[in-house]
């Protein structure tokens, strides 16, 4: 694209980076969509990869197939490496170690958002989180894991272990998470086991708060937690925190004190951390980050003192808005519409302002909450909205109606979850120990060492 034309470098193909593309459609810039992964990836339905609803393919369409119709769109598979601003330049690598240098105009920074664990970064190696779809692939294979090792123990203790899930954190995912599991455990596994009975598995969550769903309204809080303990039979603890844990138990701190809970399954789903690259460039042009690694931008979502430099999604702290979709996506056209007004003299659009649409979460089958157009639903109808606004929001329209058959085949008619294909050999490097975060295992485990080649590290 070495034509003259602006240049536009986008880093993320996340809501915020795609939505910031898409908005340049008719603009007289040549956009670069640098990304990590080939991927879109509509996190908000990652859990149901997880649990064996959904294959990856309908909720991480390939970026090259998303924007293939624009342009003057191109995507790279590179990791970033540094912001060299000075320069005006994306130093990237590609997957063979190549240096990958990208020069622009004008810069949108969209990394989006990892896991955090509170300083405890050795718990990643024990609650693997979920981001990513590597991070789905891994839970989903370690959880019908851990049914298959019931079925092969005699011993009650350990089979209680194996069928014990702990899920860390009560917010939409966590609520989502432990609500499939039980689901999976106590409706969809019970007549295909013959040596276990699955519907002893313990679905526990842990919730540092003083309720589920802290940031929803009280209402839809007290809908939640009656129908996870009453009709999930998920047993729910409050203002409880995950102090300690380890590949076979984890040890909790709660209003009756410490205890150790045996379970060889844990799930990370109680805070995000912003992605490295929002301190590289705080680092860069002097900024300022909260405490979730958020840089702090312009009310144009520029940052100070670059106004060639655009940051938006999770990444970014901005008016106190949430790190969900909406306010990425949002920002990213918002950002879009600025680049292109700057370059046809078009009235620069105002301050970014967020329309807030509300908020959802799913709790099981034919149950969930929902907060939008300022009432609130619970139950079926706000299952209905949930489903429909979650299927809108997914790319192209073979995706849409792939899910809503997914949907009908998996809960609505059969109760079966069709994706939960694992083999002996991923169920043996899923129970083997020495994992990175998110369940990866170490390189030493997935191949073998060889000596003359020198370390990563």
């Excluded at 992964?37 to 609803?53: C, D, E, K, S």
């Excluded at 799913?362 to 606004?389: C, E, N, Q, R, S």
């Excluded at 129970?431 to 369940?439: M, Q, S, V």
Aim: proline share 6%; glycine share 10%; charged share 20%.
């Amino acid at each position: 694209m070495a034509n003259g034309r602006h240049r536009v470098v986008v880093v993320g193909g996340g809501f915020g980076g795609l939505n910031v593309a898409r908005a340049l459609e008719k603009s007289p810039v040549d956009v670069t969509i640098v990304d990590r992964t080939n991927h879109h990836l509509f996190q908000p339905l990652l859990y149901q990869v997880a649990t064996g609803i959904l294959p990856p393919g309908l909720i991480a369409p390939p970026l090259r197939s998303v924007i293939k119709k624009q342009k003057n769109a191109r995507a790279l598979l590179a990791e970033v490496r540094e912001l060299d601003l000075e320069n005006k330049v994306v130093r990237a690598e590609g997957p063979d170690g190549r240096a990958v240098n990208l020069p622009y105009d004008t810069l949108v920074v969209a990394a989006g958002a990892g896991h955090s664990y509170f300083g405890k970064d050795h718990f990643a190696e024990f609650a693997p989180g979920m981001k990513t779809v590597e991070d789905a692939r891994y839970l989903r294979d370690g959880i019908l894991s851990k049914f298959e090792m019931a079925e092969l123990t005699d011993d009650p203790a350990e089979r209680a272990e194996w069928l014990t899930f702990v899920v860390v954190g009560a917010g939409p995912t966590g609520v989502e998470l432990a609500g499939q599991l039980a689901e999976i455990a106590h409706k969809v596994l019970p007549q295909e086991f013959r040596s276990v009975n699955t519907h002893e598995a313990r679905i526990i969550m842990l919730e540092g708060a003083a309720s589920v769903l802290p940031p929803f309204d009280p209402k839809l809080q007290r809908y939640t937690h009656k129908h996870l303990e009453q009709n999930l039979e998920v047993e729910i603890r409050l203002n409880t925190l995950a102090v300690d844990m380890d590949h076979e138990s984890i040890t909790v701190k709660g209003p009756d004190g410490l205890e150790t809970i045996r379970a060889r399954t844990r799930i990370w789903a109680a805070g995000v951390q912003a992605s490295p690259l929002a301190t590289m460039l705080a680092d860069r042009t002097g900024g300022e980050t909260d405490r979730a690694g958020r840089i702090s931008v312009n009310p144009d979502c520029s940052v100070p003192g670059y106004p060639e430099v655009f940051a938006v999604g999770d990444m970014v702290s901005l008016n106190k808005l949430p790190g969900v979709a909406q306010p990425a996506m949002q920002e990213g056209k918002y950002v879009g519409t600025v680049i292109h007004s700057r370059l046809t003299g078009e009235p620069t659009p105002p301050p970014f302002n967020y329309f807030d649409r509300g908020s959802m979460a799913t709790i099981g089958h034919k149950a969930a909450v929902a907060d939008a157009f300022g009432l609130k639903f619970t139950g079926v109808i706000g299952y209905v909205m949930w489903g429909f606004i979650h299927c809108l929001y997914l790319i192209g329209w073979g995706n849409r109606l792939g899910t809503l058959y997914t949907w009908a085949r998996a809960i609505w008619f059969s109760n079966n979850r069709g994706h939960r294909v694992i083999t002996f050999q991923r169920a043996e490097q899923e129970l083997a120990e020495g994992r990175f975060k998110g369940g990866r295992l170490a390189p030493a485990i997935l191949q073998p060492v060889n000596p003359h080649q020198k370390s990563a590290g």
